[in-house]
Nanobody
Framework: QVQLVESGGGLVQAGGSLRLSCAAS????????MGWFRQAPGKEREFVAA????????YYADSVQGRFTISRDNAKNTVYLQMNSLKPEDTAVYYC????????????????????WGQGTQVTVSS
């Protein structure tokens, strides 16, 4: 069983930055692909970014490429999402998710089987 707890959300002005964290329980973290997803009001959940267990492969949605950076610290069982140059359209609930024992790399990380999810953290970007 894996438990994921997100933190770091909040209210920020357009152009500002936030760093989200996702702390994971369990012994399989370093073998798990980790992803960040978001869901805005009235919209479907969408992929944001993901990182392979080793940290050597990452993948981003086009909408955040160049502004967001995903990273992980396997010693701390934590994955991060650094969000810079935030825009009002980034407003959403952000979720982290885990695909244990994943072998996905690159674009495959976006469609991996994420079977564990956190509760989400709200990010609001004001204009």
């Amino acid at each position: 069983q894996v438990q994921l707890v997100e933190s770091g959300g909040g209210l920020v002005q357009a152009g500002g930055s936030l760093r989200l964290s996702c702390a994971a329980s369990g012994r399989t973290f370093s073998s798990s692909a980790m992803g960040w997803f978001r869901q805005a009001p009235g919209k479907e959940r969408e992929f944001v970014a993901a990182i392979r267990g080793s940290g050597l492969s990452t993948y981003y949605a086009d909408s955040v490429q160049g502004r967001f950076t995903i990273s992980r610290d396997n010693a701390k069982n934590t994955v991060y999402l650094q969000m810079n140059s935030l825009k009002p359209e980034d407003t959403a609930v952000y979720y982290c998710a885990a695909d244990r024992f994943s072998i996905a790399t690159g674009a495959g990380l976006a469609s991996a089987t994420y079977d564990y999810w956190g509760q989400g953290t709200q990010v609001t970007v004001s204009s």
